[in-house]
């Protein structure tokens, strides 16, 4: 059979070329739609950046490392559906492993001088301390992540509570390798807005690879029904662990940049307060990575208005109340978020369906089709799949 004859397609409808068998491919498919929500996100940052002031090259910054900690979460409770309330600990084991690798030994040495001698002596560069924060908290992420995959509800969420407090704990107690209490000072700069902007983007299209991926469909089919799942013979433990593990990743990194940009750590950065701003960008946004950055985008912006306002009206708290408040009526409205379950280059593919799904209808109902044509039914856009 030609190719000409396999392209044929019914009327109304746009016919099956190359490129629409390729996108098929769940890796084009994923390439294209991390593509495009990266795209956007670069096109906004360097407008920013272009026109805005020091103020607003700040905001960016804590942005994009809020952007990679939400990515993490994404990738986890975002596919899974499990709530998570402890990522920012990753966050906080990122920035103190590379506040450690990179502080001058000289400074180490006023801070913690009973620290070990293979932290003491260490200077490193930024990104082979970025490299050996992620491996430190994958590390750390598997074991823990072996008993919290086997939980699901509200066993799960009370879990990773505790370990935001136990590794919280740690951090304020360690003080021959943390400084305890104290706040670390000394740490190298080196986050600028292109390398948060960098990070943020291998983040979105790592993110979108995952979800596309068996092991990510697997995570999606134990969200809605874990019995089914394991029925159809879906490894839920190994799905949730590696989510949790790249999770904890991206969460990391997150931390690594926070810490170039701070430059000075103290255990009370990582605390609650943090991870229910991060927790609201998630489910604003919905469960998908389109959403997730959508969301991140928003509440940034949101968050960022209403601290000018308290600071003007010496009024604090309210942007915390606004956040709360934006929480409870986006689970009463829309508990799915913005988006819900979809990408946004999903949803332009379903808007362009069914736009071409209208269009055939028109056709055929018009006046110089013969009757025959217009007895049949009318041409659906197919389902998304």
């Not at 030994?105 to 924060?133: E, H, M, R, W, Y």
């Not at 009370?158 to 360690?174: G, H, K, M, P």
Request: hydrophobic share 55%.
């Amino acid at each position: 059979m030609s190719s000409a004859e396999t392209d044929v397609s019914p009327p109304g409808e746009v016919p099956l070329g190359a490129l629409a068998r390729l996108s098929e491919l769940w890796v084009v498919r994923a390439l294209l739609g991390s593509a495009l929500i990266s795209g956007l996100l670069a096109v906004g940052v360097v407008l920013l950046e272009l026109v805005g002031s020091s103020t607003t090259e700040t905001v960016l910054l804590i942005f994009l490392i809020n952007l990679l900690v939400v990515l993490g979460l994404q990738v986890f409770t975002g596919n899974s559906g499990v709530v998570s309330f402890g990522h920012v600990a990753f966050m906080g084991i990122g920035a103190y492993v590379t506040a450690l690798m990179t502080t001058d030994p000289a400074l180490k040495a006023s801070q913690i001088p009973d620290a070990p001698g293979f932290i003491l002596n260490a200077q490193l560069g930024f990104i082979p301390s970025t490299f050996v924060a992620i491996a430190v908290t994958c590390a750390i992420a598997l074991p823990i992540g072996i008993v919290f995959a086997r939980l699901s509800g509200a066993a799960a969420a009370i879990v990773t509570l505790s370990w935001l407090v136990i590794v919280r704990t740690v951090l304020a107690n360690w003080d021959t390798v943390t400084h305890g209490t104290f706040t670390f000072y000394g740490i190298p700069p080196a986050t600028t807005v292109w390398w948060a902007l960098g990070w943020a983007i291998a983040a979105i299209t790592i993110a979108r690879l995952f979800r596309e991926s068996g092991l990510g469909l697997s995570l999606r089919a134990t969200s809605s029904d874990e019995l089914v799942a394991r029925a159809v013979g879906v490894n839920m433990l190994r799905a949730r662990l590696a989510a949790w593990v790249l999770s904890a990743a991206f969460a990391a990194v997150g931390g690594v940049l926070y810490a170039h940009f701070i430059l000075a750590l103290a255990p009370t950065s990582f605390e609650f307060d943090l991870t229910f701003l991060l927790l609201v960008m998630v489910i604003v946004g919905g469960r998908s990575v389109s959403g997730a950055v959508i969301g991140a985008a928003l509440i940034a912006v949101l968050n960022e208005f209403l601290r000018r306002g308290e600071n003007s009206i010496e009024r604090f708290g309210l942007s915390t109340m606004v956040l709360a408040g934006i929480f409870v009526a986006t689970m009463i409205l829309r508990s799915e978020g913005l988006l819900g379950r979809w990408e946004l280059d999903e949803l332009i593919a379903r808007w362009a369906r069914r736009a071409r799904g209208r269009g055939g209808r028109a056709v055929e109902g018009g006046p110089s089709e013969p009757s025959a044509a217009r007895s049949g039914p009318p041409t659906e856009a197919p389902p998304l799949a």
